[in-house]
C-alpha cells in the first residue's frame, strides 16, 4: 500500500510540474496569442533575388527568373530600368534583374525591381 500510494503522490507530482511549466508558457505570450506564434502587425520577411528575367505575365502580374523562381507584383511596385514601370518590364527578358520582396505565406511579392542595362 506505502508503494502505491508514493508512485501515486510521485506520478501526481510530474502532472503538477508539467501544468506548471505549460502555464508559464502561455503566460508569457501576449493576450490572444499562443507561444511561438508572430504577432499579428508584424512586418512580413524582405528579402532579394538576383537573376535573369525569363518571362512577365500581366495578367497574373507575376514574372518568372531563369532559375524558375516567380514573384508576384502590383501597381505599388516600384520599377527602376525598364520603360514605362511595371509595363515596361515584358520588353525586359533576358536582362539582369534585383528584385527585392516580402513573404506572405507562400507569396513572394516584389516590392521594387532593377532592371541591368543591356
Known amino acids: 500500500m506505502r508503494k502505491t500510494t508514493r508512485g501515486i503522490v510521485t506520478m501526481l507530482s510530474s502532472l503538477a510540474f508539467v ?6 508558457a502561455y503566460a508569457q505570450a501576449p493576450a490572444g496569442q499562443a507561444p511561438g506564434e508572430k504577432p499579428a502587425g508584424q512586418a512580413q520577411k ?4 538576383k537573376g535573369e528575367l525569363k518571362s512577365v505575365d500581366a495578367a497574373k502580374m507575376t514574372l518568372t527568373l531563369a532559375s524558375g523562381e516567380t514573384f508576384m507584383y502590383t501597381d505599388q511596385t516600384k520599377v527602376t530600368g525598364a520603360q514605362g514601370g511595371v509595363a515596361g518590364l515584358a520588353s525586359a527578358s533576358g536582362r539582369q534583374v534585383v528584385i527585392n520582396f516580402t513573404t506572405k505565406g507562400a507569396d513572394r511579392i516584389a516590392t521594387s525591381i ?3 542595362p543591356k
Open 19 to 24: 501544468v506548471a511549466i505549460s502555464l508559464s
Open 46 to 49: 524582405s528579402d532579394s533575388a
Open 114 to 116: 532593377e532592371v541591368a
